[in-house]
């Protein structure tokens, strides 16, 4: 399907997702028949769409818009896309009025993120030209769609948006109609262990949000970006997700949205969600990641003691470039001595022959991906001198979370500032902060490529281009090691014995090699 032969485009819904899809159609030279029910939704899409055509320096193609409030208006609509809120029983009222307003040929696609494709379809007469057709917001920026094959969708109809996608400018894949398809099935950690850490206390969201842009590269935090897609949906989202897998703890949603929803903060759109917002309008283009510091290389003063182990890759060569002396064995009494390994490379005996040699005075860091604080401070003599930090991510990072006493975080905030690290403080939480959110993310991963979702290529593609991760998951995986990432899941599994974080059969098995 080449742009100069576009089927005319309806799209049903002028909130923030319809007006988006709209204009990604007009930006492609179609026309475009954009409605909703409610008068200042469209006249607030109608100001946007205008404004964003005329800074792309396309303003005559508006003309291509119609703006209505009436279903009939579809009648000459070659696709009709739907984008109303994520109801199944309103999307199946629609899509019954849609098939006796369009044509016998036209497609009839849902932009549902999470609901059921075949429920649907399986209202209307011709379910075999119903599929999804799953944009991600904001729609003119983001270049992915999930083209969703319901049980009913002929091959046509699924040929046919996927050449719609293409010459939209997009790249779609093909997907089954499961709960939540890949994207919105695999994201599912990074926000709900967000609002976990949250809602126990261990860090701000501010914070939280800091840690993952600047510590793993997300483009936005969790809490930037529910309150940009609405909390509103991002709840839908998750409730619809445990509903629909008869409650997989994994999708289990927080108290901490719902209270959100209660008192009408959903986000941008109602000026004011985690952050406050003065400009309600959505955002046209995603933050962008943050830049990593470069280590200072005069900073440092004397010797660092840091152990063998897996779970702190880079450290030594950042003490190297932070201008300390660096040794792997006792030696004299240096600035701090670092723990780098995990529980099975002998840490406890490390740790306890560490705190028996060394002053009291020397701060004694552990790596707390798969070890607590309270753990490694009943290790010890000295349980005041004795933190946690977050190894795993300390190399590509402006930032690193630590948790423990306050006697000594003036000096191993100083430590780390000379690291070219900014140290965060965060509440005692097994695998800290970015650990268990990147962790828990690569599990469900794994499940999606287990479960047949979509295989491991294309579940990366997907989470890549559909919400800017900064590697796919299984890619991560792999650069974190497996064995790594299991530790972690199976520390998480220890501590709070609940199946949330059981780990997927298929990533042992890619830990054993």
């Given at each position: 399907?080449n742009p100069?032969n576009?089927p005319t485009?309806?799209?049903?819904?002028a909130?923030?997702?319809?007006?988006?899809?709209?204009?990604?159609?007009?930006?492609?030279?179609?026309?475009v028949v954009l409605?909703?029910?409610y008068q200042p939704?469209?006249?607030?899409?109608?100001a946007?769409i205008?404004?964003?055509?005329?800074k792309?320096?396309?303003?005559?193609?508006y003309?291509?818009?119609?703006l209505?409030?009436?279903?009939?208006?579809?009648a000459?609509?070659?696709?009709v896309?739907?984008?109303?809120?994520?109801?199944l029983?309103?999307k199946?009222e629609?899509?019954?009025k849609?098939?006796?307003?369009c044509a016998?040929?036209?497609i009839?696609a849902t932009?549902?993120?999470t609901?059921?494709?075949t429920?649907?379809?399986?209202m209307?007469?011709?379910?075999a030209?119903?599929a999804?057709?799953h944009?991600?917001?904001?729609?003119?920026?983001l270049p992915f769609?999930?083209?969703?094959?319901?049980?009913?969708s002929?091959p046509?109809?699924?040929?046919?948006?996927v050449a719609?996608?293409?010459?939209?400018?997009?790249?779609?894949?093909?997907t089954?109609?499961?709960?939540g398809f890949?994207?919105?099935?695999v994201?599912r950690?990074?926000?709900?262990?967000?609002l976990?850490?949250?809602g126990e206390?261990v860090a701000?969201f501010?914070?939280?949000?800091?840690?993952?842009?600047q510590?793993?590269?997300?483009?936005m935090?969790?809490?930037?970006?529910?309150?940009?897609?609405?909390?509103?949906?991002?709840a839908g989202a998750?409730?619809s997700?445990?509903?629909q897998t008869?409650?997989?703890?994994?999708?289990?949603?927080?108290?901490?949205q719902?209270?959100k929803l209660?008192?009408?903060?959903?986000?941008?759109?109602t000026?004011?969600g985690?952050?406050?917002?003065?400009?309600?309008?959505?955002?046209?283009t995603?933050a962008?990641p943050q830049a990593?510091a470069q280590?200072?290389?005069?900073?440092g003063e004397?010797?660092?003691?840091i152990?063998s182990g897996?779970?702190?890759?880079?450290?030594?060569e950042?003490?190297v470039l932070?201008?300390f002396?660096?040794?792997?064995?006792?030696?004299?009494?240096p600035?701090?001595?670092f723990?780098?390994?995990?529980?099975s490379?002998?840490a406890a005996?490390?740790v306890?022959?560490?705190d028996?040699?060394?002053?009291?005075s020397v701060?004694?860091l552990v790596?707390?991906?798969?070890?607590a604080l309270?753990?490694?401070?009943?290790?010890v003599?000295?349980p005041e001198?004795?933190?946690v930090?977050?190894g795993?991510f300390?190399t590509d990072?402006?930032l690193?979370a630590?948790?423990g006493p306050e006697g000594?975080r003036?000096?191993?905030?100083?430590?780390f500032?000379?690291?070219?690290?900014e140290a965060?403080?965060?509440?005692?939480?097994?695998?800290?902060v970015?650990?268990?959110?990147?962790c828990?993310?690569?599990?469900e991963?794994s499940?999606a490529?287990?479960?047949?979702v979509?295989d491991?290529?294309?579940i990366d593609l997907?989470?890549r281009?559909?919400?800017?991760?900064?590697r796919g998951l299984v890619e991560?995986?792999?650069v974190?090691?497996?064995g790594?990432v299991?530790?972690?899941?199976?520390?998480?599994y220890?501590?709070?014995?609940e199946?949330?974080?059981?780990?997927s059969?298929?990533l042992?098995?890619?830990?054993?090699?």
């Open positions: 399907m100069s576009l485009i309806g799209v049903i819904g909130g923030t997702m319809g007006s988006g899809i709209a204009l990604v159609a007009l930006s492609a030279g179609a026309q409605q909703d029910t939704v469209l006249d607030k899409a109608d946007y205008k404004k964003f055509l005329e792309k320096d396309k303003a005559e193609l003309t291509n818009l119609t209505t409030d009436t279903l009939d208006a579809f000459p609509a070659g696709v896309i739907e984008a109303a809120p994520e109801q029983e309103l199946q629609l899509f019954t849609l098939e006796a307003i016998p040929d036209a009839l932009n549902t993120s609901l059921s494709v429920a649907i379809a399986a209307t007469q011709r379910p030209r119903v999804g057709m944009f991600f917001n904001p729609a003119p920026v769609v999930e083209v969703v094959r319901a049980a009913q002929s046509a109809t699924i040929d046919a948006l719609l996608a293409e010459a939209l400018g997009k790249t779609p894949v093909v089954g109609d499961t709960p890949i994207v919105n099935r994201a950690p990074f926000y709900g262990e967000a976990r850490l949250l206390g701000s501010q914070d939280i949000d800091r840690l993952v842009e510590g793993a590269g997300f483009r935090g969790p809490f930037r970006l529910m309150d940009l897609i609405g909390i509103d949906i991002n998750m409730r997700m445990y509903e008869y409650g997989e703890p994994r999708y289990r949603p927080h108290w901490i719902m209270q209660a008192a009408g903060e959903l986000g941008r759109k000026g004011k985690f952050y406050e917002y003065k400009d309600e309008e959505p955002a046209a995603p962008q990593v280590p200072q290389a005069v900073q004397g010797s660092l003691l152990s897996s779970f702190a890759p880079g450290l030594a950042l003490a932070g201008g002396t660096m040794s792997h064995e006792l030696s004299g009494q600035a701090a001595a723990v780098a390994a995990g529980r490379e002998d005996a490390i306890t022959a560490w028996a040699a060394l002053a009291p701060p004694l790596q707390g991906a798969d070890i309270s753990e490694a401070r009943s290790w003599q000295h001198r004795v933190a930090f977050d795993l300390l990072s402006t690193v630590l948790s000594i003036a000096q191993v905030a100083a430590l500032a000379s690291l070219g690290r965060v403080w965060v509440g005692e939480s097994p695998a800290l970015l650990p268990r959110i990147v828990q993310l690569i599990n991963a499940f490529v287990l479960e047949g979509g491991a290529e294309t997907a989470m281009l559909g919400v800017n991760y900064p991560w995986g792999a974190l090691g497996w790594r299991l530790a972690v899941l199976d520390h998480l220890t501590e709070y014995h199946e949330r974080y059981r780990a059969v298929l042992r098995k890619w830990a054993r090699g």
